[in-house]
C-alpha cells in the first residue's frame, strides 16, 4: 500500500509540472460536458417531438422502439469495444508491475541476512502478487 501512496503522490507532481497534461484533462472534461449536454437535448427533443407528433400514438411507438434497438446496438458495440480496450490495459500494466518487480527483486537479492526493509519490500511483492491474481479472477 506505501509504494502505491508514493506512485500517486509521483503521478500528481508530474502532472503538475507538465501544463499540457492539465491542459488535456481540461479538454477531457470539456469533452464529456458536451457529450452529456447533447445526450440530455436528445432526450428532450425526442420526448418533446413525441408529444408533438401529428402521427399516431402506435405509430410513434414503433418507431421509438426501432430507435431504441439502433441505440442498444451502438451501446453494446461500445460496450463490447470498452471491455477490450480495458483488457489490453490490464495486460499491459500486468507486464509492467511483472518487470519493475522483476527489476526490485533482483537488486534485492538478501546477501547474509535479511533486513527489516527487505522483508518489508517481500510483504509488498506479495500484496501485488495477490492484488494481481484478485484482478485475474475478475477478468
Known amino acids: 500500500m506505501y509504494i502505491r501512496g508514493l506512485q500517486e503522490k509521483f503521478n500528481m507532481i508530474k502532472r503538475r509540472l507538465d501544463p499540457e497534461a492539465i491542459e488535456r484533462e481540461k479538454r477531457a472534461e470539456r469533452k464529456k460536458g458536451m457529450v452529456k449536454g447533447f445526450a440530455m437535448g436528445s432526450i428532450i427533443a425526442g420526448i418533446t417531438a413525441l408529444f408533438l407528433s401529428p402521427d399516431t400514438g402506435e405509430n410513434n411507438r414503433k418507431k421509438a422502439k426501432k430507435e431504441l434497438e439502433k441505440v442498444k446496438d451502438v451501446l ?17 500494466t500486468k507486464e509492467v508491475i511483472e518487470d519493475k518487480k522483476n527489476v526490485l527483486a533482483g537488486k534485492l537479492k538478501p546477501d547474509d541476512e535479511p533486513d527489516d526493509e527487505t522483508d518489508i519490500l517481500e510483504e509488498d511483492f506479495e500484496q501485488i502478487e495477490n492484488d494481481l491474481e484478485e484482478i485475474e479472477e475478475d477478468f
Open 76 to 92: 453494446e458495440t461500445n460496450i463490447a469495444g470498452s471491455k477490450e480496450k480495458l483488457i489490453q490495459i490490464y495486460e499491459e
